[in-house]
């Protein structure tokens, strides 16, 4: 019996050190001077303010400037180095400089400009703030609101104008709509930067709570592409209407520019082009070839029209085999020769990308 006694201690030991680690001291544990020294280099030895803490323009209209500015105040006790101030939007452009230091207790001012767009509702921007090791810091938002409940069903004009006949397509008409129950937008000092861009009086519908005004392109633009733009205060708040669209002679291409997009297999593209007469009369078409701007060295199209019911013709382009292992981009222009002695020949910017498809794509 004698010879199990140290065997039973040393078994009994071993149990009580095992409950010891794993229940823990009963009493708390004070951090040492190591400890404090890893919790201080995990918080941000930098601590920075702005002044003011956001920038809200309140209500603003279209075009707008401004030049602004916020301070950044340094409170801690070092000196803080600011590497870069970036703004989130190319609106915004910073006329100080955007890498200096600051002193403890000190602040610098930081100036900037600020040109608005011409938007409808929520304006908002940020200024990044960054330093050491252009970590980021903090921002200033910057708020503003367009044209307080007012939206219009349109942000441009698109015209489609001819030489030799009125076309439908030569009017329009922008309205603007008050929300949450108001009385229709107020337009006045209505102008346009073109004489060939005309408009009528505009007509207000309080029941609807919408304003209709009504726009005509004149004929006499030349054959292109034209642009412009009507200005004026909408309840009371300057708005900006960009203008644009093509002139055309007794010819009319639609689209105005013909864009393949990509060609990836060979086959006709879903991208077509319609060519008809203004006076809607039916032609023919006597030749059609490609003259390419940026060729694409093995990219073989070729072209094909079908007369329609309407006297319009509908083109096609035809990707031949093997499509180029490339992606890149091309462009040229569709020259078109008609049995129209007014206009005999139209040349149409034509484009696309080549986008070979990868093994197992469908």
Same mark, same amino acid.
């Given at each position: 019996?004698?010879?199990?006694?140290?065997?039973?201690?040393?078994?009994?030991?071993?149990?009580?050190?095992?409950?010891?680690?794993?229940?823990?001291?009963?009493?708390?544990?004070?951090?040492?001077?190591?400890?404090?020294?890893?919790?201080?280099?995990?918080?941000?030895?930098?601590?920075?303010?702005?002044?003011?803490?956001?920038?809200?323009?309140?209500?603003?209209? +279209?075009?707008?400037?401004?030049?602004?500015?916020?301070?950044?105040?340094?409170?801690?006790?070092?000196?803080?180095?600011?590497?870069?101030?970036?703004?989130?939007?190319?609106?915004?452009?910073?006329?100080?400089?955007?890498?200096?230091?600051? *002193?403890?207790?000190?602040?610098?001012?930081?100036?900037?400009s600020?040109?608005?767009?011409?938007?409808?509702? /929520?304006?908002?921007?940020?200024?990044?703030?960054?330093?050491?090791?252009?970590?980021?810091?903090?921002?200033?938002? %910057?708020?503003?609101?367009? +044209?307080?409940?007012? @939206?219009?069903?349109?942000?441009?004009?698109?015209?489609?104008?001819?030489?030799?006949?009125?076309?439908?397509?030569?009017?329009? @008409?922008?309205?603007?709509?008050?929300?949450?129950?108001?009385?229709s937008?107020?337009?006045?000092?209505?102008?346009?930067?073109?004489s060939?861009?005309s408009?009528?009086?505009?007509?207000?519908?309080?029941?609807?709570?919408?304003?209709?005004?009504s726009?005509?392109?004149? &004929?006499?633009?030349?054959?292109?592409?034209?642009?412009?733009?009507?200005?004026?205060?909408?309840n009371?708040?300057?708005?900006?209407?960009? =203008?644009?669209?093509?002139?055309?002679? $007794?010819? %009319? +291409?639609?689209?105005?520019?013909? /864009?393949?997009?990509?060609?990836? %297999?060979?086959?006709?593209?879903? *991208?077509?082009?319609?060519?008809?007469?203004?006076?809607? $009369?039916?032609f023919?078409?006597?030749?059609? @070839?490609?003259?390419?701007? @940026?060729?694409?060295?093995?990219?073989?199209?070729? $072209?094909? /029209?079908?007369?329609?019911?309407?006297? &319009?013709?509908?083109?096609?382009?035809?990707?031949? *085999?093997?499509?180029?292992?490339?992606?890149?981009?091309?462009?040229? /222009?569709?020259?078109?020769?008609?049995?129209?002695?007014?206009?005999?020949?139209?040349?149409?910017?034509?484009?696309? =990308?080549?986008?070979?498809?990868?093994?197992?794509?469908?």
């Open positions: 019996m004698r010879l199990y006694v140290p065997w039973i201690m040393i078994l009994i030991g071993g149990f009580c050190f095992l409950f010891l680690t794993l229940a823990g001291p009963d009493f708390p544990v004070t951090a040492g001077a190591g400890a404090a020294s890893s919790n201080e280099s995990t918080a941000n030895p930098l601590d920075i303010t702005l002044n003011p803490t956001s920038l809200d323009l309140g209500s603003v209209g +279209h075009g707008q400037k401004d030049l602004l500015s916020f301070e950044l105040i340094n409170n801690s006790s070092l000196p803080m180095e600011i590497t870069n101030i970036r703004p989130s939007c190319g609106c915004m452009k910073m006329t100080t400089s955007t890498r200096f230091s600051i *002193e403890p207790g000190q602040k610098q001012e930081i100036r900037f600020l040109s608005l767009g011409r938007g409808w509702g /929520n304006f908002s921007k940020k200024i990044d703030i960054y330093g050491a090791e252009n970590r980021w810091l903090l921002s200033l938002p %910057v708020k503003a609101l367009f +044209h307080p409940g007012v @939206r219009t069903d349109a942000m441009e004009l698109v015209f489609t104008t001819s030489k030799r006949e009125d076309m439908p397509t030569a009017k329009t @008409r922008l309205v603007f709509s008050a929300s949450g129950g108001r009385t937008p107020v337009l006045t000092d209505l102008m346009s930067s073109d060939r861009i408009f009528q009086l505009p007509q207000r519908d309080d029941e609807t709570g919408q304003t209709t005004l726009v005509q392109a004149a &004929s006499n633009w030349p054959t292109g592409r034209f642009s412009a733009q009507i200005t004026g205060l909408c009371g708040l300057p708005f900006i209407v960009p =203008v644009r669209g093509q002139a055309f002679g $007794l010819l %009319v +291409h639609k689209p105005h520019s013909w /864009n393949l997009r990509q060609i990836q %297999v060979s086959g006709f593209s879903a *991208e077509t082009l319609s060519l008809k007469r203004a006076d809607g $009369l039916p023919k078409i006597l030749d059609m @070839r490609l003259e390419w701007t @940026r060729e694409i060295e093995g990219l073989d199209i070729s $072209l094909s /029209n079908t007369p329609q019911k309407d006297g &319009s013709v509908l083109i096609k382009a035809f990707a031949a *085999e093997p499509i180029p292992r490339i992606n890149k981009g091309f462009f040229g /222009n569709v020259i078109i020769t008609t049995n129209i002695k007014e206009e005999s020949r139209v040349s149409i910017p034509l484009m696309g =990308v080549v986008s070979p498809q990868r093994k197992g794509q469908r």
